[in-house]
Nanobody, 124 residues
């Protein structure tokens, strides 16, 4: 069973920075992609950033472009989210996600794994 453990959340003032980490274990195959999502109170979970394993390409939500940066350290099986210029609207629980693709029985099957989340609060 794949395990994902987030860390690095906390309370930060507007304009501040945080570095989130997602430590992964028990991967049997390299994830197809890994992502950060967030969920604010009363809102749906939304994609923040994604990194594609095949070529390292990244995508970001419009709301975080230019402020957040996603990266992976494959040697450490860890994914990061560097968050700069934080705003109160970035307050949410941040979740790590891994999408695994396996070729089984003649077709590709996809499985999503989630961490427990880490709280990020941006407030003065």
């Amino acid at each position: 069973q794949v395990q994902l453990v987030e860390s690095g959340g906390g309370l930060v003032q507007p304009g501040g920075s945080l570095l989130l980490s997602c430590a992964a274990s028990r991967f049997t195959v390299n994830p197809y992609w890994m992502s950060w999502y967030r969920q604010a109170p009363g809102k749906e979970r939304e994609l923040v950033a994604r990194i594609i394993s095949a070529d390292g390409s990244t995508i970001y939500a419009d709301s975080v472009k230019g402020r957040f940066s996603i990266s992976r350290d494959n040697a450490k099986n860890t994914m990061y989210l560097q968050m700069n210029s934080l705003k109160p609207e970035d307050t949410a629980v941040y979740f790590c996600n891994a999408r695994i693709r396996e070729y089984i029985g003649g077709r590709y099957l996809f499985t999503n794994y989630w961490g427990q989340g880490t709280q990020v609060t941006v407030s003065s």
